[in-house]
Structure formats: C-alpha cells, structure tokens
Nanobody, 117 residues
Framework: VQLQASGGGLVQPGGYLRLSCAVSGSFFSINDMGWYRQAPGKQLESVAAITSDGSTKYADFVEGRFTLSRDNAKNTVYLQMNSLKPEDTAVYYC????????????WGQGTLVTVSS
C-alpha cells in the first residue's frame, strides 16, 4: 500500500491550495483518511479526518477554512484549504487506515505548504 500526496507549494496569505492523496496497492478497503501537519519546531497535529461514509472532523484551528472530501472510486482524499494564514505553513501528511487482513495506518510522504508574502 502506498500513499502519494501532492498539491503543496508557496501561496500568499489569503490564498488557497488543494492537497490530494491517492492510495494505491492491494487492499480490501479504506476506513478513515485524513491529514496531519507539522510546522517547524512544533509537534505533529491533526488537521482533518473523514470516515468511509463521508463524515468529517476538523481541528479547531481550521475555523471553517478547509474542506476535506474523498473519492472512494479513486481511493483519494482531498483537502481544500482557503484563506490560508502564515501559521498554516507546515509539512502536511496524509494517512489512511487500510484494511488488508487487519486495519493498519499508512502514511504519505508529506507535502510542504508555505504561506508567505
């Protein structure tokens, strides 16, 4: 199982980015998917998560600016990030809880988001 994250980059404050994370490989199903982030000098923190039936949960700091969605046919999760702030600068990691024989977490390689003028 592999997760391929993409969509990071440099954006000005107030701008937007869309992160994608595609799961590939041989597996039975994908349960929860989502994103964590790690800012320079800070701990890893949860950003958002989505269940297999589309229920979402967001960190308080999102404040309605991000939207998490998934396309189960493509085994892909998307994080639309609007109204970005400098404090959103971080490496963003996607994850997926994948069922093969049992359910285990898998992680993407991380994609850097830099919010700066």
């Amino acid at each position: 199982v592999q997760l391929q994250a993409s969509g990071g980059g440099l954006v000005q404050p107030g701008g937007y980015l869309r992160l994608s994370c595609a799961v590939s490989g041989s597996f039975f199903s994908i349960n929860d998917m989502g994103w964590y982030r790690q800012a320079p000098g800070k701990q890893l923190e949860s950003v958002a998560a989505i269940t297999s039936d589309g229920s979402t949960k967001y960190a308080d700091f999102v404040e309605g600016r991000f939207t998490l969605s998934r396309d189960n046919a493509k085994n892909t999760v998307y994080l639309q990030m609007n109204s970005l702030k400098p404090e959103d600068t971080a490496v963003y990691y996607c994850y997926a809880n994948v069922r093969i024989l049992t359910v285990n977490p898998y992680w993407g390689q991380g994609t850097l988001v830099t919010v700066s003028s």
